[in-house]
C-alpha cells in the first residue's frame, strides 16, 4: 500500500530541509521525498499518516553486541523488582547465572527497545553477528546489519544507552543512510522541532519508527 508520512520538518540527511516536508513509501522502498503538496500530488490515493516533529532517516547503532549481551533488559513483568532500564554490571552479575531462555528473552527486548529510539541498523563486524542469540532476534526484527568501518572503538560513558546521539555525531553521522527515492523506507520520527533540538534531547523523543516500509514503534 502506497503510504505518505508527513511531518512539519523532514531532515533527508544528504539534501536541505523540507519544511512540511513528507516520505512517500510503497511497500518498503522510498517512491518520492519533498514538501508535502508535490508528494501527494505524485501518489494520489495514498494513505497520509501525519507526525510531529521532524521525520528523519532510521539511526544506526553502533554497539548492538554489547548492549544486547553485556545488559540484561528486564521483562515487563520484572519491572517491580529489577526496573525498566538495561541492567549491566555489578547488577547484572548479581543475578547470578542466565539460562538462554532468559537470555533469548532479554536480547528479544533489547532489539524492541533499540527500534523506540528509532533504530533501523545495526553494525557488527563483517556486518554480521556469530552470536545466535543475537542474529536470530535481528533478522526476525528487520534490522539491517552494517559492517563498523569507522565505528567507534569502545562504548562511550560508563552505561549502557540505547540512544545512538549518544556517540556525539551530528544527524548525517547517527543515520544509517540519506532518505533516498528507490532506498529501503527505513524512517524515524522524533518529537523535536529541529536538528538541533534532536541532538540535544537525543533519540528518546521517537515516536515513530519505519522499518522497509512497517510502522514497527508507535509511541502510545
Known amino acids: ?22 516520505v512517500a513509501v510503497d511497500g518498503d522502498r522510498i517512491t518520492a521525498v519533498g514538501p508535502y503538496e508535490d508528494v501527494a500530488e505524485e501518489t494520489p490515493g495514498a494513505r497520509v499518516r501525519r507526525w510531529p516533529g521532524v521525520l ?16 540484561y533488559h528486564p521483562d515487563p513483568r520484572e519491572a517491580g523488582e529489577l526496573g525498566e532500564q538495561p541492567l549491566w554490571g555489578e547488577r547484572l552479575a548479581a543475578l547470578g547465572e542466565l539460562g538462554e531462555t532468559r537470555w533469548a528473552g532479554s536480547v528479544r ?19 554480521r553477528f556469530r552470536d545466535p542469540l543475537v542474529a536470530m532476534a535481528v533478522a526476525r526484527s528487520g534490522l539491517t546489519v552494517v559492517g563498523t568501518t569507522n565505528a567507534p572503538g569502545t562504548l ?8 545512538p546521539f549518544a556517540e556525539g555525531h551530528d544527524l548525517r553521522g547517527t543515520v544509517h543512510g540519506p532518505l533516498t527515492i528507490g532506498g529501503r523506507a527505513d524512517l524515524a520520527v522524533f518529537d523535536v522541532p529541529d ?15 519505519v522499518l522497509a516500509g512497517r510502522l514497527v514503534y508507535r509511541a502510545r
Open 195 to 209: 536538528e538541533t533540538a534532536l541532538r540535544e534531547r537525543g533519540a528518546a523523543t521517537c515516536v515513530a519508527t
Open 1 to 22: 500500500m502506497l503510504t505518505i508520512h508527513a511531518a512539519p520538518l523532514v531532515l533527508p540527511a544528504g539534501a536541505d530541509p523540507v519544511v512540511d516536508g513528507a
Open 109 to 127: 527486548r533489547g532489539v524492541q527497545r533499540m527500534l523506540r529510539y528509532g533504530t533501523t541498523a545495526v553494525a557488527s563486524p563483517g556486518a
Open 156 to 163: 562511550l560513558g560508563e552505561r549502557p544507552d540505547l540512544d
Open 56 to 71: 528523519t532517516p532510521g539511526l544506526r547503532q553502533w554497539h548492538p553486541l554489547w548492549l544486547l549481551r553485556q545488559c
